[in-house]
């Protein structure tokens, strides 16, 4: 038996909204994104609630110049997998990352979870 994972053609608005963001940005407008609630794992630090994710997004997420490609889109059960190649002015120059994007009830960001793609 084989599974086949559904690509998605059509992210949420949140995701989509998220993805589009960058260093022109305004950190509150992308914090919005999220839940009261909500967790971000990034580069092994946990960000706990909106404002965590505020500051989050005013420090470490704007620290860089960088381009992002989309490269795959997918939703395995209620997560949603983006996974872009971002290539800039970072320690190495280029990364493929995974970002794994749990919904709330609502439409915003409940957990998001980045990591190297494998």
């Known amino acids: 038996?084989?599974?086949?994972?559904?690509?998605?053609t059509e992210l949420p608005k949140a995701v989509t909204a998220f993805l589009a963001s960058d260093a022109t940005t305004s950190p509150q407008t992308t914090a919005e994104l999220f839940t009261e609630q909500a967790v971000v794992v990034d580069d092994g630090h946990t960000y706990?609630?909106?404002a965590a994710i505020l500051d989050w997004r005013?420090?470490?997420?704007?620290a860089f110049s960088y381009t992002k490609t989309l490269t795959s889109a997918q939703q395995l059960g209620a997560v949603i997998e983006v996974t872009e190649r971002l290539e800039g002015d970072f320690p190495?120059?280029?990364?493929?990352?995974?970002?794994?994007?749990t919904l709330g009830?609502?439409?915003l960001i409940?957990?998001?979870?980045?990591?190297?793609a494998d």
């Open 92 to 101: 190495g120059g280029r990364v493929d990352l995974r970002s794994s994007f």
């Open 1 to 8: 038996m084989t599974h086949s994972t559904p690509q998605i």
């Open 110 to 116: 409940e957990s998001l979870t980045i990591a190297a």
């Open 105 to 107: 009830r609502n439409g």
């Open 58 to 62: 005013s420090g470490a997420a704007r």
């Open 48 to 50: 706990r609630g909106r």
